[in-house]
Nanobody, 123 residues
């Protein structure tokens, strides 16, 4: 499985960005896809995840109500709509995927990772 993340950029606080993660190599119908982020000097942290089959979602408390994760199975693509962005959202955002139907907020269980896309929110 290859993952390609895109959509990052520079935005002012309060603004919005939409990240995309396109998968290739196999259908991810029975996979969980997730977004993680890593700020300089900090550990990689969970942002959101979605079951590609069924569409159930999970969010970190820090982004709940501001970010929305979604997927398009026909395109094998996952999205992260980020609204009301804050400077503390600044990080490199990574998409990841693993086979299965259980939630995990840890990065360890994810088998495949994209290259990351930079999100910078200015105050």
């Amino acid at each position: 499985v290859q993952l390609q993340a895109s959509g990052g950029g520079l935005v002012q606080a309060g603004g919005s960005l939409r990240l995309s993660c396109a998968a290739s190599g196999r259908s991810l119908t029975n996979y969980v896809m997730g977004w993680f982020r890593q700020a300089p000097g900090k550990e990689r942290e969970f942002v959101a995840a979605i079951f590609m089959s069924g569409g159930s979602t999970s969010y970190a408390d820090s982004v709940k109500g501001r970010f929305t994760i979604s997927r398009d199975n026909a395109k094998n693509t996952m999205y992260l709509q980020m609204n009301s962005l804050k400077p503390e959202d600044t990080a490199v955002y990574y998409c990841a995927t693993r086979y299965g139907s259980t939630w995990s907020r840890g990065a360890g269980p994810y088998d495949y990772w994209g290259q990351g896309t930079q999100v910078t929110v200015s105050s």
